[in-house]
């Protein structure tokens, strides 16, 4: 996933571009109790979208099973306790954002 963060000050404008080629989510953490908040679910890959956040603002990626075969990306097989990929980032004052 790619992101840029465009604008000054502490308020910053964030472009996401699912490059993962699997469907994500995607959340705000909390600065104070640490507690998720839905941005956007269910993002098909390739998908483009920006949203306003501030800088030091925090967020968590969650990966989601295949809608059709319900398998999270690099397994095999479906499993009671399958586990699919969680990430984070961080807007931060750099012109192009990785994960943490």
Not at 86 to 93: C, D, G, V
């Amino acid at each position: 996933m790619a992101v840029t963060v465009v604008g000054g000050n502490q308020e910053v404008t964030l472009r996401f571009v699912n490059e993962s080629g699997t469907y994500i989510s995607i959340f705000w953490i909390d600065p104070n109790t640490q507690a998720i908040s839905l941005i956007k679910g269910d993002i098909k890959p390739d998908l483009i979208f920006t949203f306003n956040s501030y800088l030091t603002h925090r967020f968590e990626v969650w990966e989601l099973p295949d809608p059709v075969t319900g398998i999270c990306d690099g397994e095999e097989e479906k499993t009671d306790d399958q586990n699919c990929k969680i990430n984070y980032f961080q807007a931060t004052e750099a012109p192009e954002q990785g994960e943490d």
